[in-house]
């Protein structure tokens, strides 16, 4: 079954998609607050899209049943990682690309966003998709499956432009592991422009400036 989704349209006829994945035990609704402060009112419409992860034991957790893109075995997150689940997100963002297609938005004017997990899976599935995007953000987490990304990114995205921000207290993700990423990715060629923030594992007030001068710049260079 298709992922549910909570979508808010910031005027009719919507020009360009943020499709934004929540953070592990969180749910689609978990940024939409943010979008009024986010959002610059002299931009083209944007149609948001905040899929809900699928339901599904968390190791980490004792097994407790919750929302996440993938199972979490380890303390040490990175490690035993989850490929089947994160290979089964990273198709359903996919098909939520796809859709937009449908609806008259084409890949180049779609971004990906994700928070913590949802993080993970936009920059794996960013630099894996096939047709270019106009970008992706990925706060307080890390990219996954890194020793395969190499072999598996696709060059229509190598050209790719990400935003990063991470907390410099954050206990769950470490920053540490985060600009691992960052360096594996700018090893890569990839545009990442690196933030780093005084805060724990969340966004905070600068950030969402920072991320609004950023989105404003992607929109400007997409595709007419």
């Known amino acids: ?104 938005i084409p890949s180049g004017r779609v971004i990906l966003a994700g928070f913590s997990q949802g993080g993970a899976i936009v920059l794996a599935a960013g630099v894996r998709h096939a047709a270019k995007l106009a970008g992706v953000i990925a706060l307080s987490t890390y990219l996954p499956m890194d020793g395969l990304t190499a072999t598996e990114r696709n060059a229509a995205n190598a050209a790719m432009p990400i935003f990063m921000g991470h907390g410099g207290y954050d206990p769950v993700v470490p920053q540490a592991l985060g600009t691992l990423s960052r360096d594996a990715l700018v090893a890569l060629g990839y545009e990442v422009e690196w933030h780093s923030y005084p805060m724990a594992h969340q966004v905070c007030p600068p950030e969402i400036g920072d991320l609004r001068a950023w989105i404003a710049k992607r929109l400007a260079a997409a595709p007419a």
Do not use: C
């Open 1 to 104: 079954m298709p992922l549910q989704t909570i979508e808010l349209e910031t005027a009719p006829n919507p020009r360009h998609a943020i499709i934004w994945l929540h953070g592990l035990g969180a749910d689609g609704n978990d940024f939409k607050p943010i979008v009024p402060e986010l959002v610059d009112r002299a931009w083209a419409p944007i149609r948001f899209v905040f899929p809900n992860a699928p339901v599904r034991a968390v190791t980490i957790n004792g097994g407790m049943r919750m929302r996440a893109w993938y199972d979490i075995r380890s303390p040490e997150i990175a490690a035993q990682q989850d490929v089947a689940g994160i290979r089964a997100s990273i198709g359903e963002v996919e098909t939520l690309i796809a859709r937009e297609a449908e609806r008259g």
